[in-house]
């Protein structure tokens, strides 16, 4: 449950030189890949050209020894400006376990949704150590992109007049371990709303791409 410790990256990796190009939003140039978890295959699409910090991984580790050890890819995107520049976008994709597990195929995304929060909550001390500014604002959705229905949650920084720091989308894969696919957005304190807003928007056509097979619990309808 300790889906905050990548914005401590974000706020600490955000003011180093990471020069990249723009990202190219054409899905159709994106490039395709796949990773087994179990009985399972994650299959998913990535724009090209990022910056790479650990490149997709064939095959995700269900007992991990560290977070990330349980990341099957983690990379930095520019955005589309016309001249290279930092990183504005970090996208991280995480097999989790869940302690105790208990996730069921029959449940709704709203049952998902209930049963995550429930041990979030429980773990709490682990939530944000650090930095506590994003606790009190966390928001959630249900928003269907491509096959399936994600539960999204969003972190406005109360500090920075409610700026989106970042957004985590979560789908249950089986009885004890979730598909995270977070969005973290660098230099978001210095952004306008809309460039916020425009990051995110190409977040979601990243995770949109994003399919399992077979699914688990609320898959393809």
Known sequence: MRWLVPLATACSVGCTSLLLVPTN?????????????GDQV???????????????????????????????????YGYGLPEPRIAELKVIMEVRPVDGGGMEPGWTAEQFAEFYWRRTLACEARISPHFPKFRPQVRSDLPRLGETTWYQLT??????GGRISGDIFLRPLSPTHVLAVSGLY????FMSPEAIERR???MRRIVS????????GFGPR
């Open 25 to 37: 939003e054409d899905v159709a140039s994106w490039s395709e890949h796949r990773t087994f978890a």
């Open 42 to 76: 994650i299959l998913f699409k990535l724009p090209p050209d990022p910056q790479v910090r650990i490149p997709p991984r064939r095959v995700a580790r269900l007992a991990p020894t560290s977070r990330e050890n349980q990341s099957i890819v983690d990379v930095n």
């Open 155 to 160: 972190y406005p920084d109360v500090v920075s």
């Open 186 to 189: 660098y230099d978001y304190p």
């Open 200 to 202: 995110r928007a190409l």
């Open 209 to 216: 791409q994003v399919r399992v097979e077979p699914p688990f």
